[in-house]
């Protein structure tokens, strides 16, 4: 059967696929980065996961304003990056589980969620950033499969927390039930706190951050509920990609053990966040 094995969160800020592109991370402003993102390397190098499913949001790649999905999956054989007014990204195709994507897909009815199917679907910064820091900026040939679980958070209304947290454990059910014998990682991305744009952009607030982290970690059922608007009021409007991270944790065992937790302030506008999670034995 299919095994869970991890659960990451990492900030997927698109300033590090410039830099990683144009192999400009160097110096100090990138030395704290570069070293703090080693052990998910490692952790990576140990594990290998079979299939890595990203909780990431489409930045307008995709879907525009017209459009708003909450919850979407891909489901095909290889996603390309987007090109994000920058010509794609020259990073390898990302091949697909379509299988496994299915087997998810089929779940969701089962459990009554409401999720779109994507059969073809470009991938941006929100997934190949948290790709590039998992397995190397000169990484040549991915070593995992991937599944694309799209979430909308750029537009409100936005799923709340607790449905973002029963999504990932309804992932979690699908994984568990999958015949073939390979093994998963999930990845939650975005956030965490960053605000882009108006009066209060570049705000940033490690302690909160801090004790969400806190939170998510020990004690997920206290800060599945929190709202939308204490979140962007403390953490920033585009500290609201939070919430994927709940995705990810719902997918894993109440009990976790954080094996590296890394923050730095700033990365682009950003307090760069990091956890990587492993179900208690
Ligand atoms: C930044 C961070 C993001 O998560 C994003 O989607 C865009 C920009 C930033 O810090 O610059
Ligand atoms: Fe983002």
């Not at 594990?47 to 879907?63: A, L, M, Q, R, T």
């Not at 794609?88 to 994507?101: E, I, W, Y």
């Not at 999720?115 to 470009?122: N, P």
């Amino acid at each position: 059967m299919a095994k869970i094995i991890g659960g990451i969160g990492t900030s997927h800020i698109p300033t590090i696929m410039h830099v990683f592109d144009e192999k400009t991370n160097v110096g100090p402003y990138w030395e704290p980065f570069n070293e703090g993102i080693k052990p998910l390397r490692k952790w990576m190098k140990d594990n290998k996961p079979d299939v890595c499913i990203i909780v990431y949001n489409d930045h307008g790649s995709n879907f525009s304003l017209k459009n708003v999905i909450p919850f979407g999956i891909g489901i095909a054989d290889e996603y390309l990056p987007a090109d994000e007014g920058y010509g794609r990204r020259p990073v390898p195709t990302f091949k697909g589980d379509a299988t496994l994507s299915a087997h998810i897909a089929e779940h969701f009815n089962e459990k009554e969620f409401d999720v779109a199917f994507s059969f073809e679907l470009d991938v941006d910064h929100g997934f190949s950033v948290p790709a590039s820091i998992m397995f190397g900026e000169d990484c040549q040939e991915w070593p995992c499969k991937f599944i694309p679980l799209y979430v909308g958070v750029v537009q409100y209304p936005q799923p709340k927390g607790n449905r973002c947290y029963n999504l990932g454990k309804a992932i979690r059910e699908a994984i568990d039930s999958f015949p073939e014998d390979i093994t998963v990682a999930i990845v939650g991305t975005g956030g965490l706190s960053h605000q882009l744009q108006g009066p209060r952009a570049g705000l940033i607030n490690q302690d909160y951050d801090r004790k969400w982290l806190d939170g998510l970690v020990n004690d997920p059922e206290s800060i599945k509920d929190i709202s939308l608007t204490e979140l962007i009021r403390e953490t920033g409007s585009e500290g609201a990609e939070a919430i994927m991270w709940l995705v990810m944790r719902g997918a894993m065992d109440k009990e976790v053990n954080e094996v590296h937790r890394f923050m730095h302030t700033p990365v682009s506008n950003t307090n760069y966040s990091l956890t990587i999670l492993e179900n208690k034995k």
